[in-house]
């Protein structure tokens, strides 16, 4: 099966949506799944489930490639130290460890979640109750001084804490990134470090939920299919390089509030589309 060109501008959309919603807190399922809603790839119901989560690898590359100095656990340049990065390894264990509760959860219950929970309403119920979270969290913050400054401080009870967090961002409209954020400043780590622990985490958890994704639909792809999944994931990483970059800089200078209300309206406007029959 070849694309037409409406698919390919469709395919194109779908990975500028995935490249800026991965890594900002503003849930890429969530606004992947509402996209579907109006511009809807003219594919399989089961491709589409897949190819909603597998073309987050595009974006994970893009967090590889950009964090390969801190996320590589050896260095070959100075002979004088050690090969092995020892922080580094050690940091691998603490995301390994807070991966624990995500996995359990996600092959427990993924098809429940497909068939009850992918709906507008519960989107936007979420996007609103986290965009709210974000706001108080945020504003409680300014009268505390983080405990964990560092992405090197976290401990591995601090690691599974996080990762227990990100258990929610398995109901659409929440947010990976959001969810394992606000766990991140309730238990006093840094706007930065949380950040930067958040974009370790990704790299295990989404690369896990792909492959669950891609032998769960199987590996028989038409051509068509096979070539929406790369080129999706292609735009999401090239989308990814900036946003990542944007992110890590405009956090140095100011908190997730922004991104609370940005929430908060998406979800009221979902609302008022879906009450008035349009979603």
Not at 25 to 42: A, C, K, Q, R
Not at 91 to 99: D, E, G, H, M, N
Not at 123 to 131: P, R
Request: proline share 3%; aromatic share 14%; hydrophobic share 60%.
């Amino acid at each position: 099966m070849l694309l037409n060109f409406t698919e390919i501008l469709k395919i194109i959309f779908l990975g500028i949506v995935e490249g800026v919603t991965e890594w900002l807190p503003i849930s890429s399922t969530g606004h992947m799944l509402l996209v579907d809603e109006f511009i809807s790839l003219n594919m399989s119901d089961a491709f589409k489930e897949m190819f909603f989560v597998v073309i987050q690898l595009g974006a994970i590359i893009a967090v590889i490639v950009l964090f390969w100095n801190k996320m590589f656990p050896f260095q070959f340049k100075d002979k004088s130290q050690s090969v092995i990065k020892t922080d580094t390894f050690i940091l691998w264990f603490k995301v390994a460890f807070a991966c624990i509760p995500s996995a359990v959860m996600g092959i427990l219950f993924d098809d429940f979640l497909e068939e009850h929970l992918h709906k507008p309403i519960i989107i936007a119920a979420m996007l609103i109750i986290y965009g709210i979270l974000f706001i108080i969290i945020e504003d409680w913050n300014k009268k505390r001084t983080p405990v964990t400054k560092n992405l090197t401080d976290i401990s591995f009870k601090t690691a599974f804490i996080i990762g227990a967090f990100q258990v929610l961002s398995l109901i659409p409209g929440t947010s990976r990134s959001g969810a394992t954020i606000i766990g991140a400043l309730l238990i006093g780590v840094s706007r930065v470090a949380a950040a930067e622990f958040t974009f370790f985490l990704a790299v295990p958890t989404m690369i896990g939920a792909s492959l669950f994704k891609l032998v769960k639909f199987g590996f028989n792809f038409t051509g068509g299919e096979l070539f929406a999944l790369i080129f999706g994931m292609v735009i999401a990483f090239l989308v990814s390089v900036f946003v990542i970059k944007f992110l890590m800089s405009y956090i140095k200078k100011h908190d997730f509030k922004v991104f609370g209300w940005y929430r908060i309206i998406l979800g009221a406007a979902i609302i008022l589309l879906t009450i008035v029959g349009i979603l």
